[in-house]
């Protein structure tokens, strides 16, 4: 079966697989994962005539990452903006490009890809939500990062796996967040206004989850996030749940963990809520 024809993350663990016969019979490290060597290699792991056989930086305005082929359609190139600081967002851009060319090179010849695909986990058939899972399980193996997440949740546990797999903290804490049966909800945000935020499938369903797209939310007041003199919380501060979520039916606290990034300008804040209370507002029921 072709890679194109399964989910992405069975694609990503048939690279998995090779890798793993590799390191038993020459040793070496699982991890971080060679991404570059895994793209190189994908066409001949596959009997395929079109092999990825560029990876580089390039200058290109308004864009993260990008997959192309040559006029022959004989090979392709993967290429990330050479304004990407961190090796860890270099990564995750690579193994997505990858994921387009296990999964939709049949489909079109150019994808350009840009920051905001980079973190659209959720969609479907959508095929940057699918570049994405696939860099995900690629990177980081749900089999592997459970093991490695079987304690506290917090920032120095999530930033070991962070290192571990040679990512970013966010893209980590997208991974928890894609299985955990915690209620938890990360929101990124920038002068005091939400950028963007994702929720656990258990804290979607109780109802804490912010709708940021084309909307301007505020960061609560009395949030950990807007406190300026307190640049990092890495295990957690309890907050009123009612803070962040004023229609939660329980004056129960949440643990809200933040950190803040000045190369990026943004805040991270992750909130992990109590497993019984609920966020909907009464003219839900």
């Known amino acids: 079966m072709e890679p194109s024809e399964l989910a992405p993350p069975k694609a990503a663990n048939l690279l998995h697989r090779a890798s793993e016969l590799f390191h038993q019979a020459h040793g070496g490290n699982r991890f971080p994962v060679d991404i570059d060597a895994m793209a190189k290699g994908a066409a001949e792991l596959f009997s395929w005539q079109d092999p990825i056989t560029t990876i580089e930086p390039v200058n290109l305005p308004n864009f993260e990452g990008m997959l192309a082929v040559n006029e022959a359609k004989s090979k392709w190139m993967i290429a990330y903006n050479e304004s ?91 991974k928890w967040l894609s299985y955990t049966d915690e209620k938890a909800v990360l929101v990124v945000s920038k002068d005091g206004f939400m950028d963007w935020a994702s929720s656990s499938k258990a804290a979607k369903n109780s109802g804490a989850y912010f709708k940021t797209k084309s909307n301007v939310i505020e960061i609560p007041e009395k949030a950990l996030a807007l406190q ?42 992750l909130l992990i809520l109590p497993k019984h209370i609920d966020c909907w507002e009464n003219s839900r029921y």
């Open 84 to 174: 990407l600081s961190s090796q860890g967002r270099i990564r995750f851009t690579k193994a997505h490009e990858l994921g387009h060319y296990m999964l939709h090179r049949a489909q079109q010849s150019e994808f350009m890809c840009s920051k905001e695909d980079m973190f659209k986990w959720e969609g479907g058939q959508n095929i940057e939500a699918e570049a994405d899972k696939f860099a995900s399980h690629l990177l980081m193996p749900l089999d592997d990062f459970r093991s490695q997440m079987n304690g506290d949740i917090n920032f120095d546990s999530l930033g070991h796996c962070a290192d571990r797999y040679g990512v970013s903290l966010t893209a980590t804490i997208l």
């Open 228 to 269: 300026d003199n307190i640049t990092e919380e890495r295990l957690g501060a309890k907050t009123a749940a009612k803070i962040w979520f004023p229609h939660a039916d329980s004056d129960a606290d949440l643990k809200e963990l933040k950190i803040f990034s000045e190369q990026y300008d943004c805040t991270l804040s």
